[in-house]
């Protein structure tokens, strides 16, 4: 890690934009399918699937100041590719030097444990989960996905991070950066959640809905308060 590190020359947002667009036309030439992350507005994330995860990511993050530099990247147009696949996301982010670096983020799969716990808070909420389909985001859904150490965004214990500039830190300002673009990813396709969480979401619909069949089946012998008895629905009507 050098000096620069810790105090880098000040170089102008024009500058640094200017310097992401050349780079990414320049890479155009040779990889035509780069998907960059395009901020439009101050907002990097608008929906609640991208601000959500926004947040979240900031657990991660072991120096605070890199947590602000790597929003200054995104917002710049520094990450000239970013794509998501099933439980990792691998992204070029143009950095001082010529050329971008390498960014890889390494999500683990769920755990047996948590998916079930996932799948009971998901029991009530059927609906909801429908809802899912149509691009909405359920208010009732927050807490399965947001719980802490619990819900469906990852903990700090699974997720890993590698770049290949040479900051010692393991969470450095390219990774921010892209970490950040995924945010803004899911404001183009909150479905992407789930395949970089390794869910098949029409897996979790069904077994959802299965659970809460069974459950229905498993008290269909039980009377319920709220049914009325022959004699109750006489007496109601005056019979």
Sequence with gaps: MSYYDYYPEYVPVAKRREKAKKQLEKLKKKTPNLTPIIIEGSA?????????????LEIY??????????????RNGAVLDLKIETGVVRALV???ERKPYEIEINILPLSNEKMDSILSLCNHKIDSLAELVEGKFPKELAEIFTLKGEGLFPTGNEIKFSCSCLDWAGMCKHVTAALYGI???????PMLFFKLRNIDFEVLLKKTIEQKMQALLDHSDKKSSRVLDDKDVYGLFGV
């Excluded at 100041?65 to 995104?74: A, E, H, Q, T, W």
């Excluded at 945010?183 to 396709?189: H, L, S, T």
């Design 183 to 189: 945010g803004a990813r899911f404001d183009e396709d």
């Design 61 to 74: 993050a072991d120096y605070s100041n890199r947590i602000s530099r790597g929003r200054s990247y995104v």
């Design 44 to 56: 990097i994330a608008n929906t609640w699937w991208g601000k959500a995860w926004n947040k979240n």
């Design 94 to 96: 143009q950095g001082s």
